[in-house]
């Protein structure tokens, strides 16, 4: 196992940032921390990382404990904060050498120019960090958290502030570097843990409100549709189980049900045939999608 995380709990003050938060993170593994604002994202990977202590709980790094290994757990990982903190006045080049001196590298000039030919850095190399556009300045990032060639990577909102181009960008690039790394990102948007990730965490006010493959939070995705519909008098909830495309019935008040369809059918025309059939008159109806989207909202509420 990679990342251990045991019963997390990080008090600010009266705060409550984490409640015994727990998950585990295998090797090979692109995870996404899905989140809104606030919702502890950055405190965990600051814990992980070894730059603040949890209040309680446990966390291990390739069997290294943050309380008594913080050391070895640093070399082991690549950290690219939430507000990466770069030098404007540098060059790039001479930043990511810089940088590689303070991991006591050999090879500087060598490991420098593999992490400007990874990262796409080529023909902005000679440039000023403050000259070059975001962008390419989160790539700067990713060169300096690959420098010491760690074998877990803790990026927290790598593609904030990128324009369209650039996210699709660096989104490659993380995935590239993912084939060969453990790599936990976080972020606000769903499909961006769609496109990246292999595993997510979805946290919520300190709660981890789901964990699970990539793969099966899309099957909500699978479009599910919800009805509402209102009758002018009693229905039988056999009758609305009936209707062809149904999967579920429910009733929300006198009259009022909601019949859903995970099929991707718009259920509409047979509940009117339905209503036609059996002599009822539909008062009103309502369709509301489900996507991911609002699987998300729906969980973080
Ligand atoms: N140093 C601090 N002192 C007091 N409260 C803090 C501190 N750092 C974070 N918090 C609080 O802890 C909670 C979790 O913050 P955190 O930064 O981990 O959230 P996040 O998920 O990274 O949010 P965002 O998406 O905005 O980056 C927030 O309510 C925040 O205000
Ligand atoms: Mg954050």
């Not at 958290?145 to 803790?154: A, K, M, N, Q, R």
């Amino acid at each position: 196992m990679s990342i251990i995380v045991d019963q997390v709990t990080k008090l600010y003050g009266e705060q409550k940032a984490l409640d015994r938060v727990s998950f585990r993170i295998e090797p090979g593994n692109i995870l996404g921390l899905l989140g809104p604002n606030g919702a502890g994202k950055s405190t965990i990977m600051k814990i992980i990382t070894c730059f603040i202590p949890p209040t309680s709980g446990e966390v291990s790094v390739y069997g290294f404990d943050i309380y008594e290994q913080s050391d070895e757990i640093r070399k082991k990982i690549g950290y690219l904060p939430e507000h990466n903190p770069l030098y404007p006045d540098m060059y790039v080049k001479e930043y990511l050498a810089f940088i590689a001196g303070l991991h006591h590298l050999k090879n500087k000039k060598k490991r420098v120019k593999e992490m400007i030919d990874i990262t796409g850095l080529q023909i902005e190399q000679n440039k000023k960090i403050g000259a070059l556009s975001k962008g390419y300045r989160q790539r700067v990032g990713l060169a300096q958290v690959l420098i010491h060639d760690p074998e877990v990577l803790i990026l927290d909102e790598p593609t904030t502030g990128l324009d369209p181009n650039q996210i699709v960008e660096i989104r490659e690039l993380i995935k590239k570097i993912g084939k060969e790394k453990t790599v936990m990102l976080s972020t606000h948007i769903m499909q961006e843990v769609e496109a990246i990730c292999n595993r997510a965490i979805i946290i919520n006010k300190g709660v981890i409100v789901a964990d699970d493959d990539t793969v099966n939070l899309s099957k909500y995705k699978a479009d599910k549709e919800v009805i509402t519909v209102e009758f002018d008098r009693d229905v039988r909830k056999e009758q609305l189980k009936k209707i062809s495309g149904t999967t579920s019935v429910k009733k929300l008040q006198d009259r009022i049900w909601t019949l859903e369809s995970t099929s991707g059918k718009d259920l509409r025309p047979a509940i009117f045939k339905f209503a036609v059939d059996n002599n009822f008159t539909v008062l009103s109806m309502n369709k509301e999608s489900r996507s991911i989207e609002s699987v998300f909202q729906q969980l973080t509420k």
